[in-house]
């Protein structure tokens, strides 16, 4: 167990809808990382939080937005869903922005219909 | 976009056997990481090796790096029906000022009884 949930385990939205997927962090970990995973990809950055505010961003359409809040937790908001969207959503924390040790939670499983 | 490529893609053996997968990548690396992934779920992360190190050793698993060739491969000695997940490779970028990781797209390590 690596002390990182997330929340909901599964999820099915309809196309243009909006979703809000939830990470609690380890206790004193200030740095969380979004993750998208495709079926038979391996993992893509998304962005990463950092102190609460966005600290570097991968190759994602600004739909794609987040928040940290100072007790750990996190948000990631995916708006105006699409059929691509459908995917395995993964958040790692870290315990500062610039260590190698990322501690995945369970993941997210999004269906977009 | 994918910095290391995992190979095989998928791989068929039986319990008791070595499995050997390996990951090649693009960059120069501070360190590389192995991860496995049960069912779609999350991550565990299994194995750091440093740039400066050629070969790893924890428990079952041997990770070696050829940083000439920038290339890595974890062993799985006696494999075991538990063993059977996904295993992916992933590097470091450090660009931006924070650390993300950089997956390959995996191996699908399946261990029969």
């Known amino acids: 167990e690596t002390g990182v949930t997330q929340s909901p385990t599964h999820l099915i939205k309809t196309r243009g809808q909006q979703v809000t997927l939830r990470c609690s962090s380890q206790s004193g970990h200030n740095t969380v990382s979004w993750y998208q995973q495709a079926l038979g990809q391996g993992p893509q950055f998304i962005f990463q939080?950092?102190?609460?505010?966005?600290?570097g961003r991968g190759n994602f359409p600004p739909r794609f937005s987040g928040l940290q809040f100072p007790n750990y937790s996190s948000e990631l908001n995916v708006n105006a869903l699409e059929l691509d969207d459908s995917a395995l959503y993964l958040c790692a924390s870290t315990l500062e922005a610039a260590s190698y040790e990322q501690y995945f939670g369970p993941g997210t499983r999004l269906t977009v219909t | 976009s994918q910095q290391g490529e995992e190979d095989p893609q998928a791989l068929s053996i039986q319990e008791g056997e070595n499995a050997t997968m390996n990951c090649s990548y693009k960059t120069s690396i501070n360190n590389l990481q192995w991860y496995r992934q049960n069912s779609g779920r999350g991550l565990v992360h299994l194995i750091l090796?440093?740039?400066?190190?050629r070969e790893k050793h924890s428990g079952r698993l041997r990770v070696t790096l050829d940083t000439s060739k920038k290339s890595s491969s974890l062993l799985i000695t006696a494999s075991r029906a538990a063993d059977t997940a996904s295993y992916f490779c992933a590097t470091y970028d450090i660009s931006g000022g924070y650390n993300k990781l950089i997956f390959g797209a995996g191996t699908r390590l399946a261990v029969h009884p």
């Open positions: 939080y950092y102190r609460e505010e966005e600290n």
């Open positions: 090796i440093r740039s400066n190190e």
